[in-house]
């Protein structure tokens, strides 16, 4: 394309902003280690932001974005983000800088695009091959072609019937009839009856035991907010029955889920969801807390929470609350690793 300087950005979570993580053109020091801000106003924020392409000019003279230290001292005036997107996210930015006046044409644009579709790719590949190994079936690679199918097969299947249970969670408590809610409720029960008899037909045949902080993380990175609510995570890993995670990743979506829509107001805040685990005890702790409003007494054991209880139940943890009004809400989940 004619440029000295290239980036690739990945967008961390937790400090919620853009990681240089390769790179040529750059200063020593850059590459690995500066970061630049994924708000809107940042260039390659707004193209992880938007799933778009952004390109730029004459970047000093621009009103709409802010120029970072970072471009002002390699003298960076026009340039080019696309998104480098994976299955189901948006991973990072693909960014060439220009120090001369350029303006980039669609042309240019549409072969940055096809670059960052094969970095996404193999972004993607890694991310599995890391999620098989962190799961322990690793000898599931020795099986016939056929039953690796079926087992990817089944863990889609999994994740969609979470996302409606809690799509129809979320539509019952919103809906004021009485009758339409008794629909909505008799179409829960419908679906919760097809997950469990999934899970005894297929998911428990396929395999025992999943790592539940990488399946507890995926779910997690799908969970979208408005942007004045950042979701930091943090799980660690272990080895738990299919249905104890299933359960747990509806526990986790219905949590955070009450959280984005009660625990904020205009200023916005943070979900804090982590996941620690005492091997020599055999148990593990899921907690999802908010620094929000609180709950008022009255909601505290409201019946919103019934089916949070019931999950919870069925693999024989327990479920505990703490919360203050102005101070946020912290729920903990204490549930075995094993039945």
């Known amino acids: 394309m004619g440029v000295a300087r290239v980036k690739v950005l990945?967008?961390?979570?937790?400090?919620?902003?853009l990681l240089i993580c390769a790179g040529v053109g750059w200063h020593e020091g850059v590459v690995g280690q500066a970061s630049l801000p994924s708000d809107m106003a940042s260039p390659p924020g707004r193209s992880f932001r938007t799933r778009r392409s952004v390109r730029i000019a004459n970047l000093p003279a621009s009103r709409a974005f802010k120029r970072s230290d970072l471009l002002r001292a390699h003298g960076i005036v026009s340039l080019l983000n696309v998104p480098i997107l994976t299955d189901d996210r948006a991973w990072g930015v693909l960014e060439v800088d220009s120090a001369s006046p350029r303006r980039f044409t669609k042309d240019d644009e549409e072969f940055l695009l096809g670059f960052a579709g094969v970095l996404g790719d193999a972004i993607e590949s890694k991310r599995r091959a890391a999620a098989v190994a962190s799961t322990h079936i690793e000898r599931a690679i020795l099986l016939e072609e056929r039953e690796l199918l079926f087992r990817e097969l089944q863990h889609r299947i999994a994740n969609n019937f979470q996302s409606i249970m809690g799509l129809l969670q979320t539509a019952s408590r919103a809906v004021a009839d009485p009758v339409a809610k008794q629909r909505l409720?008799?179409?829960?029960?419908?679906?919760?009856?097809?997950?469990?008899?999934?899970?005894?037909?297929?998911?428990?045949?396929?395999?025992?035991?999943?790592?539940?902080?990488?399946?507890?993380?995926?779910?997690?990175?799908?969970?979208?907010?408005?942007?004045?609510?950042?979701?930091?995570?943090?799980?660690?890993?272990?080895?738990?029955?299919?249905?104890?995670?299933?359960?747990?990743?509806?526990?986790?979506?219905?949590?955070?889920?009450?959280?984005?829509k009660h625990a904020f107001g205009e200023a916005g805040g943070v979900i804090a969801v982590s996941l620690a685990v005492n091997p020599d005890r055999g148990e593990g702790r899921l907690v999802v807390a908010d620094n929000g409003r609180g709950m008022a007494p009255a909601r505290r054991r409201g019946a919103g929470l019934g089916l949070i209880t019931s999950l919870v139940d069925q693999i024989g943890g327990a479920l505990s609350q703490a919360s203050e009004p102005g101070r946020g809400t912290t729920m903990t989940v204490t549930f075995p690793l094993q039945p």
């Open 185 to 260: 409720a008799h179409v829960l029960e419908r679906t919760s009856a097809i997950v469990l008899a999934h899970e005894r037909l297929s998911l428990r045949e396929v395999e025992e035991d999943i790592s539940l902080g990488s399946y507890l993380s995926d779910l997690c990175a799908n969970m979208h907010g408005p942007e004045n609510v950042r979701i930091d995570r943090s799980f660690a890993n272990a080895a738990v029955p299919v249905r104890t995670a299933v359960r747990l990743g509806l526990v986790l979506n219905e949590l955070v889920t009450n959280s984005l």
């Open 10 to 17: 990945e967008y961390r979570a937790e400090t919620d902003d």
